[in-house]
């Protein structure tokens, strides 16, 4: 498995960083004993499971911790449990002025956030080298850039790992994964542990009964039969196909690529009848990701459902649990995991109805809802981003959420487009910007961003993101 000269004379699968990595590995292997801190998300999750399969296997003594927000709180208590090196997966960019403040430590940062203003000596990230951040390169694809320079050509088995944390970060917009992010896909097809599919876009090809699948894809919102049961059983019914088995009803993975073929063939044909424009049928098909090693019809053989599987974890302050089927437990952590997601589902789908019920507020270039307590606060964000699309949620205005966080704080969540980005929105700067001003703080990426404020700065904070929104745009 040693493959030292790899490690010493190859580029690496993103040869802009590969400098940045070599130094961030040569640090981590010098290290007496690294903590490796990562955040609650599922990019997070991959980041520390790649980032911790490589610092095992280089023999560098670790330990794990995570966290939901990297502020100062979070800082302090990294600096005091006296790690000499401190590896940060997944955030640590945006908050490198607070932890360039303290000596006690040296920070290793495997990151792509919009970093703050301020430098440090060993820090891999996209965006440094022009690399899009939001895009193109996860926390779960540097972190795996890092295990390359670490372990070299034996880590490509990792390469799947960095694609599920690609794709819960919603890198795959345009119909799949592009710019370093594919160099990372072809790694993992050349080591075996990843295939390549052009397949139906809609959530849940692996374990959702075909009605369900056809039902809940409320994303592609094709009239008749999107949110709707008995238009999704009868189109299926009306098909020339036998797709139930034993009485119940099959699922994608269980067809035939020519069962799959009409079926797709029938819903393109439908979408186009009933008026869906033409740019949304094309992105009913593109390509998807199957990590080949994982058993068919799991939530762990596609890599969305995978990436939803750990944010049902993560979330939820069981990040060890995510991590744990990350590194390969099937057993205990699994069927714990399988669980939590049922809880995610619903949390979702209830929070979702909210959003839907009550509506949303339109400013003039903003739109928002505070769901105060009904909403988690971590996953606020996600309903936001799935309210998008549903009735009376506008598709032109960034939308931006609100939700209780305790301890007199409000959590804010914003989610954009990426025609508003090639407009000139940046989420990131809004909320870094508008948190500022009411005494919070905040950051993220161009198209999907967050912030922490006090509970008595809502109103307030949503008059300084208008009017930033507004001169962005
Ligand atoms: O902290 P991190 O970078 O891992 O989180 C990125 C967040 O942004 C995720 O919750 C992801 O779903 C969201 N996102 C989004 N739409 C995009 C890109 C990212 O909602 N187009
Ligand atoms: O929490 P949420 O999913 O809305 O986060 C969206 C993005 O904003 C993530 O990349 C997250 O890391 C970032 N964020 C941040 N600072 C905050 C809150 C969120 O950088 N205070
Ligand atoms: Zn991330």
């Known amino acids: 498995m040693n493959a030292d000269a790899d490690v010493e004379t190859g580029t690496g699968p993103v040869p802009a960083l590969h400098d940045r990595a070599v130094a961030c590995a040569d640090r981590l292997r010098a290290a007496d004993r690294v903590l490796l801190a990562s955040h609650i998300d599922a990019d997070g999750l991959t980041s520390a499971a790649v980032a911790s399969s490589a610092l095992e296997r280089a ?17 302090e208590r990294i600096a005091r449990s006296s790690f000499d090196t401190v590896l940060f997966t997944d955030f640590g960019s945006g908050q490198l002025d607070v932890i360039t403040e303290f000596d006690g430590f040296t ?11 301020a430098e440090t000596e060993y820090h891999l990230n996209p965006l440094l080298e022009g690399i899009d951040g939001a895009s193109e390169l996860s926390g779960a694809g540097a972190s795996y850039v890092l295990a390359r320079a670490l372990g070299g050509e034996a880590n490509r088995d990792l390469a799947g790992l960095a694609v599920v944390g690609a794709v819960g970060d919603m890198q795959d917009g345009d119909g799949g994964l592009s710019g370093a992010n594919e160099a990372l896909v072809a790694e993992g097809v050349a080591a075996g542990v990843l295939s390549e599919e ?21 994303e592609a919102r094709i009239p008749g039969i999107s949110n709707d049961e008995s238009g999704a059983v009868s189109f299926l019914t009306d098909l020339d196909l036998d797709l139930k088995s034993g009485g119940e009803w099959r699922r994608w ?41 994982e058993e068919p019809g799991t939530e762990l053989r596609d890599v969305s459902e995978f990436s939803t599987l750990l944010n049902a974890t993560a979330r939820y302050e069981r990040a060890d649990v995510g991590l744990a089927v990350c590194l390969g437990d099937r057993g205990p952590a699994l069927d714990r995991a399988r669980h939590l997601l049922r809880n995610h589902r619903r949390n979702l789908s209830e929070g979702l109805q909210w959003v839907k019920t009550e509506g949303v507020t339109a400013e003039e270039n903003v739109q928002w ?35 209780d966080a305790g301890d007199g704080e409000i959590k804010v969540s914003a989610r954009g487009s990426h025609a508003l980005v090639r407009r000139g929105l940046d989420l990131s700067a809004v909320m870094r910007e508008a948190s500022c001003a009411v005494g919070g703080d905040g950051g993220g990426h161009d198209v999907a961003a967050g912030a922490t404020i006090p509970a008595d700065a809502r109103d307030e904070f949503v008059d300084h993101a208008d009017r930033i929104v507004g001169e962005q745009l």
Request: aromatic share 6%.
């Open 59 to 75: 023999g560098v003594p670790f330990e794990t911790t995570f966290e939901k927000q990297l502020d100062r709180a979070a800082i």
């Open 107 to 117: 920070p290793v940062i495997a990151d792509h956030h919009q970093p703050a203003d």
């Open 198 to 218: 052009t397949d139906i876009l809609l959530y849940g090809r692996q374990t959702r009964p075909l009605p369900k699948l056809l039902e809940y894809a409320s």
């Open 253 to 293: 993975v269980d067809l035939t690529g020519d069962e799959r073929r009409t079926l797709v063939n029938a819903l393109l044909r439908h979408a186009i009848s009933r008026g869906v424009p033409a740019d949304r049928v094309n992105a009913l098909v593109g390509t998807t990701y199957v990590l080949t090693d």
């Open 369 to 403: 809802f505070d769901a105060e307590s009904r909403i988690r606060e971590t996953i606020v964000g996600i309903v936001a981003g799935m309210a998008v699309g549903s009735s009376g949620v506008r598709h032109d205005l960034p939308i931006v959420a609100f939700a």
